[in-house]
């Protein structure tokens, strides 16, 4: 767009406000294309490319960490060879949706949302945007205001505090600020960490780093899986793609939920099942309760993936290597350890997580009052309590993310048809159990988890204001269930009093 005049004129008024042109975002528009098309909607986000995560992190070797044909949309088969997928395989096929599906009009790129205002006289969200070329900042309106944001802070990952920082000589580097032009040929280089990003950018830089180092704190639990799925590829040559996706789809899904149950029900078994795995894809005589046996059982946290077991592979061949200790300070050199060693890097990767932000920073008013998001409950894991006409798509922690979006999509729509059915303008959840009681609405023992908790709405304890990490209740939740609840109340445009439908239809 090439002015203020130019972006208020294509974004005066729409009925849906998308906020997010990841994953999430493009999920939603092709629900309002397909079942609310003759809903106006516009996708805006901050950044000048769609991707969201898979654009932001350029990191080497970034890749799912879940199958594709589980993370991939529902409504789309995945059809290449790899289920764990590189970004750049994972952004194809969200430029091929977008395409296929003619979002590319709805799209308003470099446009961050600052602040949303909802009025109950007019039903109606007041958004401030900012056009991040110039700064220029103009306002929209909107019925209904989604947040396809995720909850990661895209300004900056997170970094503790490391004692002798200022002394070291060589170049510190975050994996969410990774230099285009990073050259680490021949290179010692530490990667402080031992999740996901750790276990990626290990094997990746091993070939061609001097050499690769792990340093961690604590072991995590690693699995390794195959990069390319047998049964998927084996299915595509024989059927159709829809076909061949839903079946690879519903195995993968119950697989995941197979493991997260066993995990939870017999986690001595699982914990040794992954050790007797890990050891077997390792040297003879290597340490592997040292660096690969964790203190708390599987999927306490996360589980990290390694595709073809390359991470295991690059130790083998002594391009990289694990160490488990305590940093006491950097140095000129590299770092000190608790141990006494001291690790030689001439480059030290902090992959020592994210910052968490809800809702992507927006500051959210109900009728010029400020929302205190911590005060709030989530309603079906897709709404605020006291928030009206909002909604936003959090995946899952302990399954792929897009199941969830997936879900919540197609309720919101869902929602949409009702409110044309009986006349409403307004849907608002309301806390009316006073037995309720509250906890973090995600419950996992990771470190930036349980920094960021106190920002987010919470759960309740039961009904409609639980966040279940489960795919099939919250499919029987939000694609099977009813959209009417005691707790979500419809208004018209005109204030009044919250309508049930049969009351509307009389």
């Known amino acids: 767009m090439s002015g203020t005049a130019a972006a208020a004129a294509r974004l005066q008024h729409v009925d849906v406000l998308i906020v997010g042109a990841g994953i999430s975002g493009i999920d939603l528009g092709y629900h309002l294309t397909t079942k ?50 590189d970004a750049h395989e994972i952004l194809d096929y969200l430029h091929e949706t977008i395409t296929e599906n003619g979002l590319d009009r709805h799209l308003h790129l470099g446009h961050k949302v600052l602040r949303a205002d909802f009025s109950s006289d007019t039903a109606r969200w007041s958004v401030t945007l900012e056009r991040t070329s110039d700064g220029e900042q103009f306002d929209v309106t909107c019925s209904v205001l989604f947040s396809a944001a995720g909850y990661y802070d895209y300004a900056g990952g997170y970094t503790p505090h490391f004692e002798g920082r200022e002394d070291f000589g060589g170049l510190i580097v975050h994996p969410q600020q990774w230099p285009e032009d990073l050259d680490y040929t021949g290179k010692k280089v530490v990667v402080i960490g ?43 040559r024989l059927l159709p793609d829809a076909v061949a996706y839903g079946i690879t789809r519903r195995i993968n899904i119950n697989r995941q939920r197979l493991i997260l149950s066993l995990s939870r029900r017999y986690p001595r078994q699982m914990r040794r099942l992954i050790r007797r795995l890990n050891a077997a894809a390792l040297p003879e005589s290597y340490a592997v309760d040292t660096h690969f046996n964790p203190h708390y059982n599987p999927w306490d946290q996360r589980l990290c993936v ?30 000190l350890l608790k141990s006494g060693t001291e690790l030689d890097a001439d480059i030290i990767v902090t992959a020592t997580g994210l910052n968490m932000l809800p809702f992507g920073g927006i500051a959210l008013h109900v009728d010029g009052q400020p929302v205190e998001l911590n005060d709030r409950l ?72 349980k920094r960021a908790m106190h920002l987010f709405p919470q759960q309740g304890s039961h009904g409609p204001w639980t966040v279940d990490q489960n795919y ?11 959209v009417e609840d005691p707790a979500l109340h419809f208004t018209r445009a005109v204030v009044g009093a919250a309508e049930t439908p049969e009351e509307a239809a009389a």
């Not at 083998?316 to 050199?333: L, M, Q, Y």
């Open 194 to 236: 031992s999740g996901a990003t750790a276990v990626t950018l290990l094997p990746s830089m091993a070939g061609t780093a001097g050499h690769v180092t792990m340093l961690q704190r604590s072991p995590s639990y690693v699995l390794p899986v195959p990069r390319k799925d047998p049964i998927a590829n084996t299915l595509l």
């Open 36 to 85: 609310q098309p003759s809903r106006t909607f516009a996708i805006v986000d901050g950044r000048d490319a769609i991707g969201g995560t898979w654009d932001l992190f350029r990191y080497p070797g970034i890749r799912s960490d879940a199958d594709m044909q589980s993370f991939g949309f529902e409504f789309k088969p995945w059809t290449k060879d790899n289920a764990i997928a």
């Open 306 to 335: 390694v595709p073809d077991s390359d991470l295991f592979k690059a130790i083998s061949s002594g391009a990289a290597s694990v160490v488990t200790d305590h940093i006491v300070r950097f140095t000129e050199r590299g770092i």
């Open 378 to 449: 989530m309603f079906k894991a897709m709404m605020v309590s006291g928030v009206p006409n909002f909604a936003f798509a959090l995946g899952y922690t302990t399954n792929a993310w897009t199941l969830k979006v997936d879900l919540v999509s197609d309720h919101l729509c869902r929602i949409l048809a009702h409110m044309d059915r009986f006349g409403y303008a307004a849907f608002t959840p309301v806390v009316d159990d006073p037995a309720l009681t509250r906890r973090p609405f995600l419950e996992m023992d990771t470190a930036y988890i």
């Open 472 to 482: 099939a209740l919250d499919r029987e939740r939000l694609r099977g269930g009813p």
